[in-house]
Structures are given as structure tokens and as C-alpha cells.
């Protein structure tokens, strides 16, 4: 097949949106099919363009067997709500002619748009349908609902335009996919039909990523701490919505009981400098950057318990892309989530679940963790068991596949044959 990815997140970054953008493209090319993308130059976390990438101008390059077209944008140092909304304007804009001269020329049977950013996928959706090339939008967050849910935006008036529009071009594309049971019921209550939605996860290579003993010289050299200290680990991005305020919060608390217990935040984003000052004068709290892939199997290891801190707010908006990797790794999780909601029926029996915003709570978890070793075995069995079951990187993507190849030949009036399918068969067990 050939296939068209339209999504402002791509490689070289390495977290969030463009990790999952760029395996699976370069997982499709490297089963035969061509891929061309149209993203934007990397930026995310840091909100910050790398100097290679700089200057408004369209780049074109070719990573792992996928083609790339960079469109430039606008990217604000400070991303607050107003100044998100011009960024994602801006690589609507600066992707229009790219999108639309590539399904022109090329011809893609699939055009696959990711949101964010939602406002892009207006003309993905659109240019399919004149082509006859089957069009899919894969929904990573609901932009709308999180902008005025989280304070990202507070003009009120606003909402009820942007919401018709997000329910125009939810309905303009033959398949509508999200992350996670509760984002596709919600996607349901906005219109788009029951036929239409599918779930496709966030997935992790478990393969990769698997339990074991901690490595004690990791632990030492990148962490700086030692094999007796119980390593309470966030890794993600920090900003705003996560409220990661309150893992501050329970630092300064389980510090006046248990000099043992120290506090690992791993990443970057908007709010890590004011993290760090409310973490200044705690001796438990240290700060790390972006790991590289290489280190993040064994950052994961690294952590006796994983950390995520959410707001009520963003209940159901999204699931946490971190989750997988987390569970796959074989250590309990504590999440901050309302019973009933994605994030706390997701971790199951693989963790502990904690009303959100609840700082004194997260402590007295933490600190009962710490001190039962059984306990900590038991609930990371059951993640890792969890993990396997549902976010297998080869299973996932061999299903988006299958689903895309079946809808191309259904276009075209055929159906796979059966060495296709057994093609197909084989790669899903190669790639196990």
C-alpha cells in the first residue's frame, strides 16, 4: 500500500506522540509498504526547534525506508492555551500544500492523520475523500475538552465553535481510533458511529522492556544513589496537567519518616523549572533529563515504584502513553485516578489507585510499598502480566495493518488472498 501520515509529531523527538508516529511508520515500510509523512521539525518537550531544523523553510529527508516532508511552524517558548492554538494553526497552514500535492501526485490508497493536531486533520480528511483513498484519524487526546477542562484556555465562547468543528472532522473520516475504552465511548457521544471507532493503544516492546534486577551501576552512576534506596520514579513530560506539584508534595512529607525513600522526575517540559524550585532544599528529590532508548529499559528497572500523578479534570481525556512501558517493566504503579475511570481500571490489579490531588494519600502509599517487599512483587507480576496482554508492540501494530490492507482491497473490490494473510501471519511472528 502507499500511505500518507500527517501528524506534527515525528522522530527525532523521542517521547509523547512522535515515538508511537514513528515506529509504526517505519514498521509499515519495513513490511514492503511505502510511507511518506508530513509532520513538523522536532520540538517537543522542549518546546524549542534544534538549530539543524531552524528557519522557515520545508525540508525533506528520508529516516529508516520512511519519507519525510518538515513544514516549518510557529513554536512558542511559553506554550500557554492561546499560543498553542497559533501553533497548531500554523502547521495547518504550512502542511496544506504538502498534504495536499502529495495525495494529488502520489495517490496514497491510506491517509492516516493524527491528532494533535486535531486542526490539521481537517484537510487529510477531506483531500481523501476526492482521491478515494480510505482516511483514518487517530485521536491521542481530546484538544478541545483538555484546552477549556484544564484552564488551558478560559474563553468560554470559544468552546461551543471549536466543539461543532472537532465534530466535522471527526465525522469526515472512514475510521475514527483512539487510545483507550473510555476515549472511544467518548468518542461515540460526539457523533461519530459505532462502525467507525476502534481502539489502537499506545503500545510498548515488551520484549524490550522486561523485569529484572536493577543495575546496580545504573542506579549508581545515572541516578546517584545506591541498591538500598527505594526509588520512587516519574518519567515523562512535565507540564501543567499532570500535577506533579504533589509529588513534591509527598517528598517533603515521607522525608520526615524514611531517609530511604527518594524521589527520581525524569524528563522535561514547560514546568520542570518551577518543579525543581518547589523541590529546592528537599534531599530526596532529584531531577534527571531525557533518557535515551538505550538507557530508558533500564531507567524503568531502575524504580522500585512508578508515579502517576493526574488531575480529576483530565480523567478520560487521555490515557498516559508512559503506562505501557511502566507495566511492562515488572514494578508496581501508583496512579492518582476516580474508580471507574480509564487510567484506574487499566492498572487493575497492577498497582494502587489513589483519588487524584491527593498528596497525603500518595505518601502513605508510597511509604507502605517501601515497606512490604512482597507486596511489591505481587503487584508488578500482575502489571508485567497486564502489559502483555494488552500493549504488545507486534500485536497492535500487525492489527493496524491488517485493517488498513483490508479496507484498501475492499475499495478496490478484493479481498486479501491467502498468501497475503499468511505473509501477514509470518511478520506478526517475526516481529514476536
Given amino acids: 500500500m502507499r500511505i500518507l501520515l500527517v501528524g506534527i509529531n515525528y522522530a527525532p523527538d523521542l517521547i509523547g506522540v512522535a515515538k508511537y508516529n514513528t515506529e509504526l511508520c517505519e514498521a509499515l515500510a519495513a513490511h514492503g509498504h511505502e510511507v511518506r509523512v508530513v509532520t513538523a521539525p522536532p520540538y517537543y518537550p522542549e ?38 492554538l497559533v501553533h497548531h494553526a500554523s502547521f495547518t497552514l504550512s502542511s496544506l500544500w504538502p498534504v495536499i500535492s502529495t495525495s494529488v501526485r ?17 484537510v487529510p480528511g477531506w483531500i481523501a475523500a476526492r482521491i478515494g483513498a480510505f482516511s483514518w484519524l487517530h485521536l491521542q487526546d481530546f484538544e478541545v475538552d483538555a484546552a477549556f477542562d484544564l484552564g488551558l484556555l478560559s474563553n ?25 475504552p473510555q476515549m472511544l465511548h467518548r468518542l461515540i457521544t460526539k457523533g461519530v458511529d459505532r462502525d467507525k471507532v476502534r481502539e489502537v493503544r499506545n503500545w510498548t516492546d515488551v520484549q524490550k522492556i522486561s523485569p529484572g534486577q536493577a543495575c546496580p551501576r545504573f542506579r549508581k552512576d545515572v541516578l546517584a544513589l545506591d541498591s538500598s534506596d527505594f526509588v520512587c520514579l516519574y518519567s515523562g513530560t512535565m507540564s501543567n496537567k499532570q500535577g506533579l506539584d504533589l509529588i513534591i508534595d509527598a517528598a517533603r512529607s515521607v522525608g520526615n519518616t524514611n531517609s530511604k525513600i527518594r524521589f527520581v522526575l525524569c524528563g522535561d517540559g514547560p514546568h520542570k523549572e518551577q518543579l525543581q524550585q518547589l523541590a529546592g532544599g528537599l534531599t530526596n528529590v532529584s531531577f534527571l533529563g531525557l533518557q535515551s532508548s538505550e538507557n530508558f529499559a533500564e531507567l524503568l528497572k531502575a524504580a522500585d515504584v512508578h508515579l502517576i500523578p493526574q488531575k480529576a479534570e483530565a480523567a478520560d481525556l487521555v490515557l498516559p502513553s508512559k503506562l505501557g512501558g511502566i507495566l511492562a517493566s515488572g514494578r508496581p504503579v501508583i496512579v492518582m485516578a476516580n474508580p471507574g475511570t480509564g487510567l484506574a481500571e487499566e492498572i ?3 498497582g494502587i489507585v489513589i483519588p487524584p490531588g491527593d498528596a497525603g494519600g500518595l505518601a ?21 502480566s497486564i502489559a502483555v496482554a494488552r500493549w504488545d508492540k507486534a500485536t497492535i501494530i500487525s ?3 491488517r485493517t488498513m490492507l483490508a479496507q484498501h482491497q475492499r ?16 511478520k506478526d511472528r517475526n516481529a514476536r
Fill in 364 to 384: 502513605e502509599a508510597i511509604a507502605a510499598l517501601a515497606g512490604n517487599a512482597a507486596l511489591c512483587r505481587t503487584l508488578g507480576e500482575e502489571a508485567r
Fill in 106 to 122: 502520489w495517490r496514497p490508497d491510506v491517509v492516516f492523520a493524527v491528532a494533535p493536531s486535531l486542526m490539521s486533520a481537517a
Fill in 399 to 401: 492489527t493496524v495493518e
Fill in 348 to 350: 487493575g490489579q497492577g
Fill in 156 to 180: 468560554r465562547r470559544l468552546r461551543a465553535p471549536m466543539v461543532a468543528m472537532e465534530r466535522l472532522i471527526l465525522r469526515s473520516f472512514d475510521s475514527v481510533s483512539t487510545i483507550s
Fill in 411 to 426: 475499495r478496490q473490490g478484493l479481498s486479501p488472498t491467502a498468501a497475503e494473510l499468511a505473509t501477514l501471519n509470518a
Fill in 47 to 84: 518546546w524549542r526547534v534544534p538549530e539543524p531544523y531552524r528557519g522557515f523553510r520545508y525540508r525533506s529527508e528520508t529516516l529508516n525506508g520512511v519519507s519525510i516532508k518538515r513544514t516549518p511552524i510557529y513554536t512558542p517558548e511559553v506554550p500557554t492555551g492561546a499560543k498553542r
